[in-house]
């Protein structure tokens, strides 16, 4: 039997995409987190960083789209690239975790993470949602 991935990359034309995997809501928002992350191709380096994270939606999609975005948004503030993601509250608007990183000069190419043709969906098997990174 092969386990489920948590997260695969999908072709799209301008843009950058992938499908994301959680057994529960919390674990799809983490998940989706180190998918973005994996499309930066970039290394920190220097002294670990922890920063505490609070983000609110309107929805579990609006929920979705401000965690990535807020990540993208510390990543440029404090020049780090974060690797790491624990949730610690979580619900379908309101979300409280924890990312871990390090310094990463060079930054990010991702510019935002859009709504096009966003949804969660929940299945017998947990959460899913298709992302889409505007780069």
Not at 55 to 69: A, P
Not at 70 to 95: A, K, P
């Amino acid at each position: 039997m092969n386990p489920m991935r948590d997260f695969e990359e999908i072709e799209h034309t301008a843009d950058r995409s992938f499908h994301v995997r959680g057994k529960s809501f919390a674990q799809l928002l983490e998940n989706a987190a180190r998918a973005m992350h994996s499309f930066s191709r970039i290394e920190g380096e220097g002294k670990n960083s922890a920063r505490e994270v609070e983000v609110q939606g309107v929805d579990r999609e609006t929920l979705l789209v401000n965690w990535l975005n807020e990540i993208l948004y510390l990543e440029q503030r404090h020049g780090e690239i974060y690797d790491r993601f624990e949730t610690s509250e979580v619900n379908d608007t309101h979300l409280r975790a924890k990312v871990y990183g390090r310094c990463s000069p060079g930054g990010s190419h991702i510019k935002a993470v859009t709504f096009h043709n966003l949804a969660v969906s929940e299945t017998t098997e947990g959460f899913e949602a298709t992302v889409v990174l505007d780069v």
